[in-house]
Nanobody, 118 residues
Framework: QVQLVESGGGLVQAGGSLRLSCAAS????????MGWYRQATGKQRELVAQ???????NYADSVKGRFTISRDNAENTVYLQMNNLNSEDTAVYYC????????????WGQGTQVTVSS
């Protein structure tokens, strides 16, 4: 089992910044990817950014140039630095981690609310 603890959400004015953290603990082995998703009210959950181990870092078009994902392998923590926030970034942000290889397992954090006021 893997436990994910997210932090860093909150209320921020448009143009401001927030940094989200997601700390993973438990049976962390062969991490395939760590990433962030978000779900706004009435919308489907969508990928924001992810790091695929040894392969690539991907961003949603809507956040490119504003958000940066990073990962501390020693601490099994993934971060999301969010700059120049706007109202469309308001959502619950979820951390997702995929571990293992054939089979692999995915785990989700509990979510952290980000609200951007205009």
């Amino acid at each position: 089992q893997v436990q994910l603890v997210e932090s860093g959400g909150g209320l921020v004015q448009a143009g401001g910044s927030l940094r989200l953290s997601c700390a993973a603990s438990g049976s962390i082995f062969r991490v395939k990817s760590m990433g962030w998703y978000r779900q706004a009210t009435g919308k489907q959950r969508e990928l924001v950014a992810q790091i695929i181990t040894g392969v690539s870092t991907n961003y949603a078009d809507s956040v490119k140039g504003r958000f940066t994902i990073s990962r501390d392998n020693a601490e099994n923590t993934v971060y999301l630095q969010m700059n120049n926030l706007n109202s469309e970034d308001t959502a619950v942000y979820y951390c997702r981690v995929i571990v293992g290889d054939s089979p692999s397992y995915q785990y989700w954090g509990q979510g952290t609310q980000v609200t951007v006021s205009s």
